[in-house]
C-alpha cells in the first residue's frame, strides 16, 4: 500500500462516516474484497471533482518515458477510484446474500443491478446473487491502462481528445459521440463520447462486466477468486480476443504492454490497498480529494475532504 494511502486511511479513520452516514462496519474484514463484512448501503459517496477533469495533453512530452509515466500517474487514481465504488457496491450485494427477506429498497436495488449488467433472473434468488456475484467485479489496473493505451494512442487520438474515450467503445444513436473517419456507407456506428475520461474507464469496466463476448473475462476472475486470488491483467487478457479483429494478437500485444511497462506493480498495489481493508477505509478510496494520494510510493499528504 502506498504511503499516501496508508496516511489517508489510518489519520482520519472517521472521515468516512462524515462523508457517507450509510455505513455499518460489526465485524472485521474478511477475504479477498471484504466478502465478510455487514454493510448496507443508501447511495455510493459523491465524487470528488478531479474525477471529472478532462484529459491532459501527452502530446506536449517528448520523451518517450515521461509520457508513459504522466500517462499512468493519470489513470491509476481514476482506476482506483471506479474499482473501489465497485467494491462496496459488492460488499453490499453480500450483506443482502445472507439476508432471509430483502426490504423494498433492497430488492429495488438488486433489480437496477441486474438490469445494468443484464442479469435477467428472479430477484433476490441464488441464481441472480451467483450472476451478479460474477458481473459485479474489478477490473486489475493492469489491463485498464495497457488497452487504454494502446487504444488512445496513450491519449492522443482524435477519440480521446474529442470524447475522453481512451477505449473505443461504440455507440450507435444519432450524435452520440465522434463519427469515425472512413465509415462504411449504411453504418450508424459512432466512438463514444464522455464527459471525462474517468467516465470512458467506467463504461469499459462495465462493459467487460456484462457483454456476452467477455463472457471468459468473467470466468477466468470468478475461478481465481474462487481459490481466493487476484486475476493479472496479463490472466485476463486471454478474454479479450473479441475486443480486436486482431483476435490473439491482440491479446499478445496487450499482454506485451502490461510486462515491458511493468504494469503488474499496479496490480499488487491495488490489491494491497483496496482488497484487504474495511469498508469504512474504502469508502475514503471511493471519495478521496486527494487524487495524489491513490498513487504508489506516495508521502503523507493533507487529510481528505469530499468535494463531491
Known amino acids: 500500500m502506498s504511503a499516501g494511502i496508508r496516511a489517508l486511511l489510518l489519520v482520519f479513520p472517521l472521515v468516512a462516516f462524515a462523508i457517507w452516514g450509510a455505513i455499518h462496519v460489526p465485524s472485521p474484514d474478511?477475504?479477498?474484497?471484504?466478502?465478510?463484512?455487514d454493510i448496507t448501503l443508501d447511495a455510493l459517496p459523491s465524487l470528488p471533482r478531479w474525477a471529472e477533469a478532462g484529459l491532459p495533453d501527452f502530446s506536449r512530452f517528448q520523451d518517450v518515458s515521461e509520457k508513459k509515466n504522466a500517462f499512468f500517474s493519470y489513470l491509476y487514481p481514476r482506476i482506483v477510484l471506479a474499482?473501489?465504488?465497485?467494491?462496496?457496491?459488492?460488499?453490499?450485494?453480500?450483506?443482502?446474500?445472507?439476508?432471509?427477506?430483502?426490504?423494498?429498497?433492497?430488492?429495488?436495488?438488486?433489480?437496477r443491478?441486474?438490469?445494468?449488467?443484464?442479469?435477467?433472473?428472479?430477484?433476490?434468488?441464488?441464481?441472480?446473487?451467483?450472476?451478479?456475484?460474477?458481473?459485479?467485479?474489478?477490473?486489475?489496473?493492469?489491463?485498464?491502462?495497457?488497452?487504454?493505451?494502446?487504444?488512445?494512442?496513450?491519449?492522443?487520438?482524435?477519440?480521446?481528445?474529442?470524447?475522453?474515450?481512451?477505449?473505443?467503445?461504440?455507440?450507435?444513436s444519432k450524435g452520440c459521440g465522434v463519427v469515425p473517419q472512413g465509415r462504411e456507407e449504411g453504418k450508424n456506428h459512432e466512438v463514444a463520447a464522455f464527459s471525462s475520461p474517468y467516465r470512458s474507464i467506467t463504461s469499459y469496466i462495465q462493459n467487460l462486466n456484462r457483454h456476452p463476448a467477455y463472457q471468459e473475462v468473467r470466468d477466468l476472475r470468478r475461478a481465481a477468486r474462487e481459490k481466493g486470488q487476484f486475476s493479472s491483467g496479463t490472466a485476463l487478457a486471454a478474454g479479450l480476443s473479441s475486443y480486436s479483429e486482431r483476435g490473439e494478437e491482440y491479446i499478445s500485444e496487450i499482454r506485451s504492454m502490461i510486462t515491458f511497462n511493468k504494469l503488474l506493480e499496479y496490480d499488487r498495489d491495488f490489491r494491497n490497498t483496496a482488497l484487504k481493508i474495511s469498508a469504512s477505509d474504502l469508502v475514503q478510496l471511493a471519495s478521496s480529494s486527494q487524487e495524489k494520494a491513490l498513487l504508489p510510493g506516495q508521502g503523507e499528504l493533507e487529510p481528505a475532504t469530499n468535494e463531491g
Request: net charge neutral; charged share 30%; proline share 3%.
Open 113 to 172: 443491478q441486474a438490469e445494468r449488467l443484464r442479469v435477467d433472473e428472479d430477484p433476490g434468488s441464488d441464481e441472480m446473487f451467483r450472476r451478479l456475484r460474477a458481473r459485479l467485479d474489478v477490473i486489475p489496473p493492469s489491463l485498464i491502462m495497457a488497452q487504454a493505451a494502446n487504444e488512445s494512442a496513450w491519449g492522443t487520438s482524435r477519440f480521446a481528445l474529442k470524447g475522453n474515450n481512451l477505449f473505443g467503445q461504440w455507440c450507435f
Open 83 to 111: 474499482n473501489s465504488r465497485i467494491l462496496i457496491e459488492r460488499q453490499y450485494l453480500e450483506t443482502l446474500s445472507r439476508k432471509e427477506t430483502l426490504s423494498k429498497s433492497e430488492t429495488s436495488w438488486l433489480e
Open 30 to 37: 474478511r477475504g479477498i474484497g471484504g466478502a465478510g463484512e
